[in-house]
């Protein structure tokens, strides 16, 4: 048993890391966001759904039970991924990331109301400590400038990021982690489709590379595996060690984007580290 903590706990880590790519690709990727975002998803159906076929898994809706459901986790995983993209053009990657990482905030005063878990007060400590975490890592706000509008975007995106995941809780015991990511994504593209005639792509030959790394390394592989972990963990708990994101997110940046981090950047991503090891070792105890 805790071989397979161990390892499940792995794959969370890494799938922490790759979805910890889409915040240096949104603010490279030249392109309008619904565009991106549009791209983003039938891309990684696609992928999806041949990874699927090739292991041989059902891709199809069981029930007519289950796709209100899945529809409404799947329009919510859209104005996420619409949100958090705008929040990185207004802002930065380290502020964009940070603000929507008040999810699992959000997540653990709203799970209750989802599941028959009583709300652990762990939690409540855990999640407060990212949020101190996350205020330390914040600039100081200019109501004048796009970066406030930006830390709204992030948090009304970890809003829907938050009730999207508890929403897709209750279907992870009845359908594979990778099914249930590309009906998702083939859904947001077809909801996305009429921005392909009203938004200008013209320079998507350019865009090509970095749009095929956002839709399969964050995508199939970095979402699908973090949608898994919900069989092995709670929301709350999975979110909370998913909050070394930004910290995964900054370092990228900084490499391929240059954006360097200031002082207390180092400062509130040491304290998001801390809780994500005390979560750690406390949902491998429980």
Not at 56 to 62: A, D, E, H, T
Not at 146 to 157: A, D, E, N, P
Not at 230 to 250: D, E, L, M, Y
């Amino acid at each position: 048993m805790k071989n397979q903590h161990s390892t499940q706990l792995l794959l969370l880590t890494l799938a922490t890391l790759l979805i910890s790519t889409s915040g240096a690709l949104g603010r490279f990727i030249d392109l309008p966001v619904p565009v991106i975002i549009w791209w983003r998803s039938i891309l990684g159906a696609l992928f999806l759904f041949i990874y699927s076929k090739h292991k041989k898994l059902s891709v199809g809706i069981k029930s007519k039970k289950d796709l209100p459901s899945i529809v409404l986790s799947a329009i919510l995983l859209a104005v996420h991924w619409i949100t958090y993209f705008y929040a990185l053009k207004l802002s930065n990657v380290a502020l964009g990331m940070l603000s929507l990482f008040t999810f699992p905030v959000i997540t653990a005063f709203l799970e209750p109301f989802f599941t028959k878990t009583k709300l652990n007060p762990i939690h409540i400590v855990l999640a407060l400590m990212v949020l101190i975490g996350i205020y330390i890592l914040a600039p100081d706000f200019n109501f004048e400038n796009t970066h406030l509008k930006g830390i709204l975007f992030g948090v009304f995106s970890a809003l829907c990021y938050a009730l999207r995941n508890l929403i897709l809780k209750r279907h992870v015991h009845t359908y594979n982690g990778t099914v249930l990511m590309m009906q998702q994504a083939f859904i947001v593209s077809i909801i996305l489709l009429p921005v392909m005639f009203l938004m200008d792509s013209g320079n998507i030959k350019t865009q090509y590379p970095y749009i095929i790394t956002l839709a399969l390394v964050t995508t199939a592989i970095g979402h699908s595996l973090f949608i898994g972990s919900f069989k092995h963990f709670s929301v709350s708990t999975a979110s909370i060690i998913a909050s070394a994101q930004p910290v995964f997110g900054i370092i990228i940046a900084f490499f391929f984007l240059n954006e360097v981090p200031a002082l207390n950047t180092y400062i509130g991503g040491f304290l998001i580290l801390i809780t994500v090891i005390i979560e750690s070792i406390r949902s491998k105890a429980s």
